[in-house]
């Protein structure tokens, strides 16, 4: 009989692409999906190590999925537990400390020995190499089909900020093959994708060759993006996430030039302060940060920008956090995402005695998160009345409704008595209920 698996995934992007390959590879090599973890041969847990709370929610998930092994041992049963992701590269001989049950321990970048290890049923293995080249070119085709899709082109980053594990779980920047990611592209756009999202921890450095007429050519993110746009039937290409030091006037004008490449850039600056980011080994000020928005938007009139805030970093005075205050302001951010500082085992940050209390932690981060959303609804306020471009890429929760996003990636909810997904439609913006959109069809 067939082993049957069930992936949960925590944390970024990254690691849901990593569920979707392994699923995959699983499928190919005999296995079958289960409906969920409990009742599943085969339980995997694809770990998130980025912020405690992230590390606290697989320990406590993977308690009690042991209990539901034991159980399933007591009625003859079998399970095997496989802990993959930044938690098992991270903390491999903690995971197997902390509980006995688990029977592999996988770091991302060995995913691809996972249906070998299920086979060869060795006990309480850790497999933490980095192997990034073996890693990619192990994965089958793609057979899944959908409307917007995901493809890594780069892992692990060089730019060691002082508060992330990126370097020490993905290790050092590994950039995949043009030709490799061309190949998955061109699968996903057959299988009927019109957007792909590309995919990296400091995807801006994205760098490889392609020979042309004997010469080898360099292939950065720029060109990478030029290149997947000459796919007739894809529509749109987006990538996250970008260093600000990385972005550089090629990129830029790609934008200008590329209508593929959607106007809307993730751009983490972390701090407003220029102690701090220092403090945090970010490479650039705050003044590099404010230029890079403005030659943005000189040669791309139309970017909205998102970013990553960290608050209370140890130091930060209320003088350090009214500076990002104040850079938000004079950004004005479509979207971002805040965080209270979490110190992250083995990163140098984790070894500074400067702690801030936690209430003066906890103000902070409800000031900073009700300006950012006050700015957010301020950005959506100005779509309201216009009539907008939406990509349709699944159901809504009511009848015959569907969700779609625009080009900034706002998600709009329309009704229809036809299947919207697969389709961008010019619809027309009527109503704004939280951070979502509400209209009606214009065309179809």
Do not use: W
């Amino acid at each position: 009989m067939d082993q049957s698996f069930f992936v949960k995934t925590y944390g970024c992007q990254m690691n849901q692409y990593d569920s979707e390959k392994i699923d995959e590879l699983l499928v190919h090599n005999g296995f079958k999906k289960a409906k969920n973890l409990e009742v599943s041969d085969v339980a995997i847990l694809n770990t998130c190590h980025i912020r405690e709370k992230a590390s606290e929610k697989f320990y406590s998930d993977l308690g009690r999925l042991s209990i539901f092994k034991k159980n399933k041992e007591k009625l003859g049963e079998k399970m095997q537990i496989v802990v993959m992701g930044c938690v098992a590269q991270a903390e491999g001989q903690e995971v197997i400390k902390r509980n006995k049950l688990v029977d592999y321990v996988v770091g991302p970048q060995n995913i691809q020995t996972i249906p070998k290890l299920l086979k060869i049923k060795s006990k309480a293995a850790i497999h933490t190499d980095f192997l990034c080249e073996q890693k990619f070119s192990s994965f089958p085709k793609s057979y899944l089909e959908g409307t917007s899709r995901q493809i890594t082109i780069q892992e692990g980053c060089d730019k060691f900020c002082s508060f992330c594990v990126v370097p020490y779980t993905r290790g050092n920047e590994y950039s995949r093959s043009v030709e490799q990611i061309y190949a998955e592209a061109k699968n996903l756009v057959k299988n009927g994708a019109l957007e792909i999202n590309l995919l990296g921890q400091n995807v801006s450095s994205y760098k490889s060759y392609i020979f042309d007429k004997s010469k080898k050519k360099l292939v950065d993110l720029s060109k990478l993006c030029n290149i997947l746009s000459s796919l007739p039937e894809l529509k749109r290409i987006r990538y996250i996430t970008s260093h600000p030091s990385d972005i550089n006037d090629e990129l830029i004008l790609e934008h200008k030039n590329n209508k593929k490449l959607m106007p809307f850039l993730h751009l983490p600056v972390q701090s407003g302060s220029n102690k701090i980011l220092k403090k945090m080994n970010r490479k650039h000020s705050k003044e590099n940060y404010i230029d890079l928005i403005k030659k943005i938007k000189c040669e791309v009139t139309n970017m909205a920008f998102s970013s990553d805030f960290i608050v209370g970093y140890p130091g930060e005075t209320d003088d350090d956090f009214q500076e990002t205050l104040d850079l938000i302001d004079k950004i004005g951010f479509a979207s971002s995402y805040s965080f209270k500082y979490s110190p992250r085992p083995g990163t140098p940050a984790s070894l500074i005695k400067d702690r801030i209390d936690d209430s003066i932690l906890d103000k902070r981060l409800n000031k900073i998160q009700s300006t950012l959303n006050e700015q957010q609804k301020n950005f959506n306020e100005t779509s309201l009345g216009k009539e907008v471009d939406v990509l349709f890429t699944n159901l809504g929760k009511k009848n015959n409704q569907y969700v779609g996003r625009t080009p900034f990636l706002q998600p709009v909810h329309v009704f229809s008595s036809s299947n919207l997904v697969g389709k961008i439609l010019k619809i027309k913006i009527e109503r704004l209920t939280s951070f979502s959109f509400h209209g009606r069809i214009l065309d179809s």
